[in-house]
C-alpha cells in the first residue's frame, strides 16, 4: 500500500505561482512513476506532468513552459511548480503514483486531491 498526501493548493491570483507536494509514504520502493493529474468541474481527469523513476518527465501541452515537476528522493516528495497560473488552470490537482506490485502488475494509488483556484 502507498499513501499520498498533498498540499499545496489554494487561491493565487492570474499570472501567479503555486508549489505542490505530494508526500508518499508506506511500500514506496517499487514505485515507478509518480505525476500529477487535475479535474476542472464537469471535466475528465487529465495528466498533468508525470515523471519517472529515473527522472524522465513528461507534460501536457497546455503546461508546458509554466509548470515543472521534480522530486526529493530522501523526502519521497514530488513537487509540482506551478507558474504563471491562467483561470483555466483551476480545478482539483490529485497526485497518482504507479507501483510494480509484481511481475507486469502495476497499481494507481491516488492522493485526496488538492484545490487550486485562480482568480482575481
Known amino acids: 500500500q502507498v499513501q499520498l498526501v498533498e498540499s499545496g493548493g489554494g487561491l493565487v491570483q492570474p499570472g501567479g505561482s503555486l508549489r505542490l507536494s505530494c508526500a508518499a509514504s508506506g511500500s514506496i520502493s517499487s514505485i515507478v512513476t509518480m505525476g500529477w493529474y487535475r479535474q476542472a468541474p464537469d471535466q475528465q481527469r487529465e495528466l498533468v506532468a508525470a515523471?519517472?523513476?529515473?527522472?524522465?518527465?513528461n507534460y501536457a501541452d497546455s503546461v508546458k513552459g509554466r509548470f515543472t515537476i521534480s522530486r526529493d528522493s530522501v523526502k519521497n516528495t514530488v513537487y509540482l511548480q506551478m507558474n504563471s497560473l491562467k483561470p483555466e488552470d483551476m480545478a482539483v490537482y490529485y497526485c497518482?503514483?504507479?507501483?510494480?506490485?509484481?511481475?507486469?502488475?502495476?497499481?494507481?494509488?491516488w492522493g485526496q486531491g488538492t484545490q487550486v483556484t485562480v482568480a482575481s
Open positions: 515523471i519517472s523513476s529515473t527522472g524522465t518527465t
Open positions: 497518482k503514483a504507479v507501483r510494480r506490485e509484481g511481475p507486469g502488475i502495476f497499481r494507481d494509488y
